[in-house]
């Protein structure tokens, strides 16, 4: 009885892991590959319409390159799709160890990374924990004085959130792990018997296990699969390739939180970086490797903005005359305050007119340096663009950072004037089920549900995220300022804004699911519209296009 009991238990398992497969298949399989720059007026599906802008206004007209930097993880510069796009520092001699520009960062041929080798790294509310764990841990609150009571406050809500994500991220990862191993040896069973044959449902149901419980369970996992209208594989390697795949996102995910994330003893800027992380003002450290140890993050971003759109490889990028400049300074973990506001100084600085962010968090303790950068982005022209957020939450309601909003009034101004908000939404015009959402503090929505985009090494991949759809915006603007270079960042902005498109059926609420007017959602109340932004774009200019259709 224990053992049939046992096996039941594993079948259940096995079977929560392939459902949690074929949905992530499912999503994958019913957006077009390139849906973000189709046209609805063509096609149906709520993309940018960026081809058809090019095709439609832009034929023929000059463009002038425009820098794009990506803040992120690091960008596989040497990509197929991407090498003839990146940026090239035209001051700077490759590989001499001098730093020919004096910029102070030694060949920084395609940008600069400001955290080394760091893969992982701690969240915020971790080192808030391990800052204050000395002073408060063993504490009562009879023991605290009136002046440190809301440190105290903030060390027991830290702490009280990091041992318990911790351990469920253990019991995460002890679980996934547990389901990885016994998925080996059903799926192994199966293949040794069946070889290479085409999988069928005949060919599945006809299988004798006999006494083999792994064949058996195997057996379900097949009739499963097979009777799936959904998903299709034709093969026990495509089967294997698509569950393990599955698992080892899920397991790389708790193993980052264990090892790094909530790990209050681990801190890579001793080892690694070697900086004096409380100075602030420190700009000078990291390296030139702008790749870094995993660069599937930043990779996929910048394809989006910028992919080569001549090369009949992978994919087609939104904007057709960027230089992608790759500023690492998002590890897996929170980033650095110290190094966000470095990045933006550093992308500033070497000509980026753009910069996408596809990164946040919770807890900000030097947003006043972070400020003091976007506001030095600010007096020089560039615009910044940042993902909302994949919480499903409202960002009127939470803190969130970096933000369009100043800690403290910089120059009597509140906000960012040069800082656009973006959430996603998918191929049919509805807001992605993640996505934060904020009617004053989101100001538009973008295709980020199933992006197609490169991948280190040559690879492409679905992805889905307001990282995604930032560097989609990002290159909207893009296209704004290189055909439009008379245009300033706040009037690129205002003519996002001003041309998205106003989707009036109704949609569900991320957080609530109840559903809601579009416009609710978000400042402008729509989602980027290329094509229209270009046209809004040459009136704002008095530029006339190539092509005036409707």
């Keep these: ?212 419980m792994d064949l058996l369970m195997g057996k379900m996992i097949l009739q499963q699969v097979l009777a799936s209208d959904d998903i299709k594989v034709d093969n026990m390697d495509q089967l294997n390739s698509l569950m393990m795949e599955e698992l080892k996102g899920a397991i790389d995910h708790y193993s980052n939180e264990v090892n790094y994330s909530y790990n209050i003893d681990f801190d890579p800027r001793k080892t690694i970086v070697k900086d004096n992380f409380e100075d602030y003002n420190e700009r000078f450290y990291g390296n030139n490797d702008v790749k870094g140890p995993d660069a599937s993050h930043g990779t996929h971003v910048a394809g989006i903005i910028g992919a080569d759109r001549t090369n009949n490889l992978g994919i087609k990028g939104i904007a057709n005359n960027v230089r992608i400049m790759a500023v690492r300074a998002v590890p897996n973990g929170d980033e650095r305050d110290k190094d966000v506001a470095n990045a933006i100084r550093y992308a500033v600085d070497n000509g980026a007119k753009v910069i996408n962010m596809s990164f946040g968090k919770g807890i900000s303790p030097g947003k006043k340096y972070v400020d003091e950068a976007v506001k030095y982005a600010a007096d020089h022209d560039v615009l910044l663009v940042h993902a909302a957020g994949n919480n499903a939450e409202n960002n009127d309601s939470i803190e969130s950072f970096p933000s369009a909003t100043y800690l403290t009034p910089l120059n009597k101004s509140k906000f960012a004037p040069n800082w656009i908000e973006v959430g996603a939404m998918d191929f049919r015009g509805q807001p992605a089920d993640f996505s934060n959402f904020g009617i004053k503090n989101v100001d538009i929505f973008a295709p980020g549900v199933d992006i197609y985009a490169t991948m280190p090494d040559n690879k492409y991949k679905n992805n889905s995220g307001t990282s995604m759809a930032s560097p989609v915006v990002a290159g909207v603007a893009a296209v704004i300022r290189s055909y439009f270079p008379n245009l300033t960042a706040v009037q690129v902005k205002q003519v996002l804004m001003a041309s998205s498109s106003k989707e009036e059926n109704k949609v569900a609420n991320p957080k609530t699911k109840l559903m809601v007017d579009f416009k609710s959602l978000s400042v402008s109340g729509g989602y980027v519209n290329a094509y229209d932004a270009v046209k809004e774009a040459a009136k704002l200019s008095k530029v006339k296009l190539s092509n005036t259709k409707p």
């Design 1 to 212: 009885m224990k053992k049939a009991i046992s096996i039941l238990i594993r079948q259940f398992v096995l079977l929560i892991v392939l459902s949690l497969c074929i949905q992530s298949r499912v999503i994958a399989q019913v957006a077009p590959i390139d849906w973000f720059t189709e046209d609805f007026s063509q096609t149906k599906i709520f993309g940018t319409g960026i081809d058809r802008a090019y095709t439609d206004l832009l034929a023929g007209m000059k463009s002038v390159p425009v820098i794009v930097a990506v803040i992120d993880g690091g960008v596989d510069y040497q990509h197929e799709d991407l090498q003839s796009v990146m940026w090239v520092n035209p001051k700077e001699i490759a590989g001499n160890g001098i730093d020919d520009d004096k910029n102070g960062y030694v060949d920084d041929m395609h940008g600069w990374n400001f955290i080394g080798n760091v893969s992982g790294d701690t969240y915020e509310v971790t080192r808030t924990y391990a800052a204050l764990k000395g002073k408060y841990e063993g504490k009562s609150e009879k023991d605290i004085s009136s002046k440190d009571k809301k440190e105290y406050d903030q060390f027991l809500k830290a702490k009280e959130k990091v041992e318990t994500s911790l351990k469920f991220a253990q019991a995460q990862l002890d679980q996934l792990k547990q389901t990885q191993q016994m998925l080996e040896g059903p799926l192994k069973a199966v293949a040794t018997k069946i070889g290479d044959q085409k999988l069928t449902p005949e060919l599945i149901d006809t299988l004798d296990a006999g006494d083999n």
